[in-house]
């Protein structure tokens, strides 16, 4: 029954400000074991990313941790990524640290300035800097290319690293298996000379995409697959889309990230679990470079928690990506996708975010939230932030016949029910109104306490009114409602409670409401894991993620800038459309309902 829903009450206390208190979690007792333990006193820091001779002739490093959030980019930010920047940044900012946003720029093919921007704006916007006391900590990892091909030499030098000619189908049938142990490439016993000229030609152009590789030279029967002299350096035609076409010559993910973390000194290196079985393979890494004399103890260490998967929700870009191409939505900011630009759009906040990167915790446990804790975060910080107003989605006309016709007033309606220092406005009110086609029925179902023929029903912050009957078209559709007011019923004048209704329903003047385009969202699929049953996810698209209509509004909205966010109360929280809002002609969009309907569906 429609009776105000002003608070979603199932909700934690609304006023909690959501980065109040910090719930621990695995990765934080490491980091205070290490603070504790002194581990990082002594380091020093170049001012910027370098090389330990470098760093050494710099100053006392006055962060007390350095952690990272390194994106590739190749597509926009999306709700897994939020919990890593919440994590990575809020490490740095509890423990007196900076966190380094490192664009993994070291594929040449999929990444591009558009992304690289929207990825800068959704850190931003959640509320995080890198640029922080002085640093400014933004970084390519491209700008470490010339570093990492000197490292490649000097592992060449040492014996520890070779140059392989094998296709890679050769290299995986080599590689062995989980239960077999790898056998040696014929390539792996080139000189250090051969290796080291032929390396050269690869980067000089010399040789075709894919006709030799650099690997490092470890063990081809580690029970760790991965320490199967890893690959390298590949060699890849591609224009960059910063070094432009200077390289041929790529290195591979495995064997470049842990040489960004070193270089910018970075303590805690927080990836997410798939990234485990290459833990060895950074440590192998890291120790070999440093003792050729590059970096200083103590090396980055690798730690994995389990990435976030929410219900109802895909996140892998690959499928993000799919879904903007082949136009399934509107882009990558449409409210439906999961990205931070589109649940921007959407009207989420960052601080809703936050608080979820905070529900959602930090394990290795891997797991499932569901979709409604979002929702949820959202609802709490959008109740407490939001000025309520109100909107009639479906409107029928309700004629109040026995008030005075030109006759106008205004009713006072509070700006937010649990905060009345936010004082009230008035609205106008009239004889003619509009209220939702839902809150009248002709012949009421058992249990209906709205408007019908007899029936009283306050008009929220107005009248109580007495229903007389209706008007319909020739194919019985409600056209008018019919109604009488009480003159002496009027909310906050005396008297007015001695009136006893079990309904109580918005409206708007008919006069002064204003129509606007409403869109009102709902989750982009259907099933809460999609592609489970189909075999593809595409099959669980949700149809109705979104329903564009033209509402009636207050005419106090009319001037809402983009961004403003409201409750319209009863029918959810909403956003004006910060891509579509015209000056005067706002276009509204339902981040989040009152409740949550789903739970009661499934
Ligand atoms: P995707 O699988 O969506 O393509 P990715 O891991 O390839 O994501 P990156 O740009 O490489 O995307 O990720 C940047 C950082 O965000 C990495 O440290 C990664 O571990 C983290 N991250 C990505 N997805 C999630 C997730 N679902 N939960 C937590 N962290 C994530
Ligand atoms: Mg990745």
Redesign the pocket.
């Given at each position: 029954m429609p009776n105000g829903n002003d608070s979603p009450s199932k909700n934690a206390p609304a006023n909690t400000p959501p980065d109040s208190a910090h719930v621990t979690n695995f990765i934080r007792n490491i980091v205070e074991a290490d603070l504790a333990a002194n581990k990082f006193a002594t380091r020093k820091w170049a001012g910027q990313p370098g090389l330990a001779s470098q760093h050494a002739a710099g100053v006392p490093d006055n962060a007390k941790i350095r952690t990272r959030?390194?994106?590739?980019?190749?597509?926009y930010?999306?709700?897994?990524?939020a919990?890593?920047?919440c994590?990575?940044f809020g490490l740095a900012a509890d423990y007196g640290g900076r966190c380094h946003l490192r664009f993994?720029d070291t594929n040449p093919e999929k990444e591009e300035q558009e992304y690289v921007d929207s990825?800068l704006d959704s850190v931003h916007w959640l509320g995080f800097d890198y640029q922080k006391d002085g640093e400014n900590n933004l970084y390519f990892a491209s700008d470490y290319f010339d570093w990492m091909y000197q490292f490649a030499e000097t592992l060449i030098e040492k014996g520890e690293a070779y140059v392989d000619s094998l296709s890679a189908d050769e290299i995986r049938e080599y590689r062995g298996t989980l239960t077999e142990p790898g056998r040696d490439s014929p390539h792996r016993s080139r000189t250090i000379a051969e290796n080291l000229a032929l390396f050269r030609e690869m980067r000089d152009g010399k040789h075709a995409d894919g006709s030799h590789v650099l690997r490092a030279k470890i063990d081809m029967a580690s029970p760790n697959i991965n320490l199967r002299d890893p690959v390298l350096y590949r060699i890849k035609r591609g224009h960059h889309h910063r070094t432009g076409d200077k390289w041929c010559l790529y290195p591979m993910y495995t064997y470049a990230h842990p040489l960004e973390d070193a270089l910018e000194q970075i303590t805690h290196s927080?990836?997410?679990l798939?990234?485990e079985d290459q833990r060895p393979f950074y440590d192998w890494l890291l120790e070999h470079v440093r003792d050729a004399g590059y970096f200083a103890d103590p090396l980055p260490k690798q730690y994995e928690?389990?990435?976030?998967?929410?219900t109802y929700v895909v996140?892998?870009?690959?499928y993000?990506n799919q879904l903007v191409t082949e136009k399934h939505v509107d882009g990558w900011d449409d409210p439906r996708m999961p990205t931070l630009a589109g649940a921007r759009r959407r009207g989420y906040t960052p601080e809703g975010f936050r608080l979820f990167a905070e529900r959602a915790g930090v394990s290795k446990a891997a797991g499932w939230i569901d979709y409604s804790v979002l929702e949820d975060c959202m609802r709490e910080h959008l109740n407490d932030i939001t000025p309520r107003r109100v909107a009639v989605l479906d409107p029928v006309k309700l004629v109040i016949t026995n008030y005075p016709v030109g006759q106008s007033e205004e009713a006072f309606a509070p700006n937010h029910p649990q905060k009345p220092e936010l004082g009230k406005r008035a609205v106008p009110f009239s004889g003619e109104l509009w209220i939702e086609r839902e809150d009248f029925q002709e012949n009421p179902v058992k249990g209906f306490f709205r408007l019908f023929p007899g029936n009283k029903v306050r008009l929220r912050y107005g009248f109580v009114i007495q229903c007389t009957g209706c008007e319909k078209d020739a194919d019985g559709n409600v056209t008018k409602v019919l109604a009488e007011y009480f003159p002496d019923s009027k909310s906050g004048t005396p008297g007015s409670d001695t009136y006893k209704v079990k309904g109580n329903i918005h409206w708007l003047c008919a006069k002064g409401a204003f129509a606007a385009e409403v869109r009102l969202y709902d989750r982009l699929f259907k099933a809460a894991y999609p592609g489970r049953e189909s075999g593809n996810y595409l099959d669980d698209l949700n149809p109705d993620a979104r329903k564009v209509i033209t509402a009636y509004l207050e005419p106090s909205l009319k001037d809402a800038k983009p961004e403003d966010r409201f409750q319209f109360e009863r029918h959810g929280y909403f956003v004006a459309d910060r891509v579509d809002s015209k000056p005067g002609v706002p276009v509204f969009n339902r981040a989040v309902t009152l409740k949550d309907s789903w739970g009661a569906k499934s």
């Open positions: 959030f390194p994106p590739e980019p190749n597509g930010l999306h709700i897994g990524h919990k890593s920047i994590l990575n993994d990825i927080i990836c997410t798939e990234f928690f389990s990435r976030l998967n929410l996140m892998s870009k690959r993000l």
